[in-house]
């Protein structure tokens, strides 16, 4: 049971920042994604973490409209994933999706467990 919260909604240039928890599942075993999706738009991927203490040991990578702006990180003892963005623009308004799967992938099809969405809204 995969959960998302912190949404909301912001000025440009503000910031949020999402957590994604899951009961039942330890994060750190995981590789955890956000994907988002947009009114009219397909889902894409923001950011993604491969699991802890594997080769890839929980190394990141973001999509390239987020980079320098989105930051993902683990919080073990509380078992949350946290994305923090900053410097928000109006194109990432969107539903928000954490995506929990085996390895770290831009593919929604590699992930088993997804939250409901929380919503960014950026607007004036």
């Known amino acids: 049971h995969v959960v998302e919260s912190g949404g909301g909604s912001v000025h440009p240039g503000g910031s949020l920042t999402l957590s994604c928890t899951a009961s039942?599942?330890?994060?750190?075993?995981?590789?955890i994604a956000w994907f988002r999706q947009a009114p009219g738009k397909e889902r894409e991927g923001v950011s993604c973490v491969s699991s802890t203490g594997g080769s890839s040991d929980g190394a990141a990578d973001y999509a390239a409209f987020v980079k320098g702006r989105f930051t993902i990180s683990r919080d073990s003892a509380k078992n949350i994933v946290y994305l923090q963005m900053n410097n928000l623009q109006s194109e990432d308004t969107a539903v928000y999706y954490c995506?929990?799967?085996?390895?770290?992938?831009?593919?929604?099809?590699?992930?088993?467990?997804w939250g409901q969405g929380t919503q960014v809204t950026v607007s004036t």
């Open positions: 039942g599942l330890t994060l750190d075993y995981y590789a």
């Open positions: 995506a929990v799967g085996p390895w770290s992938s831009w593919s929604a099809d590699n992930y088993d467990y």
